[in-house]
């Protein structure tokens, strides 16, 4: 092997141009990695001397790949995912009596904080982290012993341990239900006040999706009510502001206590299962949290199944 030292860039300027290609922008790869933006220029601008090749276009408000610059982008990203996970798998490497758990911020809300008690029980002597973020887990840099999260590719060093399917559903509090008809047809839904979900990274149902796989097209509203994450889509639609579509698995406590309410029985099955990934080299108690969660799961949908 090469002296790394002598052919590989510096590091830091590796991470500066990983970041301006996802944001196509000086400023906000700054932003993410607390740098200025003049020390994120004059990283790409090393770089750039070192490799004897302009890399960006500059323009006023972003910049964009030359040629060159997407070759070295296609070919450098896997190896940095590589080095990433790597280093991500080492620090969450197995500690006993302690567990990090990813998920997304609905489910932590809704669903796994309720819960988590029950597993914490005295008997057990265990400390559990619970990591949230509206990215995706294969995008987080966070060590984590498992994730719990609606689709999304395989981490590097995880395995799929288990997948549930679900479905989208329609629902809002009980005093918007009051104004609406008594009985609601599809048609009602697109007169009515709608919420919105659309989360950069995730690939989440919307009405337009909704209702078409129905076969209803789609009417924009005047007036429009949009959220970028699921859970204050769901915490909007417990406010009464409108009706929000939501996955059946995240919001089934919601709809067992009465906080919200599934509108008639408009629903379509979810495009993307809830999936546990998990450590390759999972402990026994990390086993043990999944086997709880699918207990827990299994629970939550009969109780779901009960009402009327």
């Known amino acids: 092997m090469p002296n ?67 070759v070295y982008a296609e070919n450098i990203e896997p190896a940095l995912r590589v080095i990433s996970d790597a280093s991500v798998s080492l620090r ?9 758990v990813f998920t997304d911020l609905c489910l932590a809300a809704y ?39 609606y689709g999304g ?46 989360q950069p990274g995730r690939d989440w149902t919307d009405w337009p999706g909704f209702l078409g796989a129905q076969g209803l097209g789609w009417r924009p509203e005047k007036r429009r009510l949009e959220f970028s994450a ?4 769901v915490e909007a639609a417990i406010q009464g502001q409108g009706v929000a579509l939501a996955w059946s698995h995240s919001i089934r406590d919601l709809l067992v206590q009465g906080r919200l309410l599934a509108v008639e029985d408009f629903a379509i099955s979810s495009p993307q299962d809830l999936c546990i990934q998990v450590r390759q080299d999972a402990t026994a108690l990390i086993q043990e949290f999944i086997t709880w969660l699918e207990v827990e799961l299994q629970g939550s949908a009969a109780a779901q199944a009960r009402l009327p």
């Open 4 to 70: 790394l030292r002598q052919t590989l860039p510096p590091m830091v300027s590796l991470a500066a141009f990983e970041a301006v290609c996802r944001h196509f922008s000086f400023t906000r790869a700054a932003v993410e990695l607390n740098l200025s933006q003049s020390a994120i220029s004059q990283q790409i601008r090393s770089l750039e001397r070192d490799l004897g090749q302009p890399l960006f276009e500059r323009h006023r408000h972003d910049v964009t790949l030359t040629p060159a610059g997407r």
């Open 92 to 100: 969450a490497g197995p500690a006993p009596g302690r567990l990090l």
């Open 111 to 149: 669903w796994l904080v309720p819960r988590l008690g029950r597993f914490q029980a005295p008997e057990r002597e265990v400390d559990i982290k619970v990591l949230t973020s509206a990215r995706p887990f294969h995008l987080q840099s966070e060590p984590a012993h498992l994730a719990i999260q």
């Open 153 to 198: 590719p395989l981490r590097a060093g995880y395995a799929l341990a288990a997948s549930f399917a679900d479905r989208v559903i329609a629902v809002c509090s009980p005093a918007f239900r009051a104004t609406m008809p008594s009985r609601v047809s599809l048609k009602d839904l697109t007169e009515t006040a709608l919420i919105h979900l659309d």
């Open 230 to 233: 699921h859970s204050h889509a």
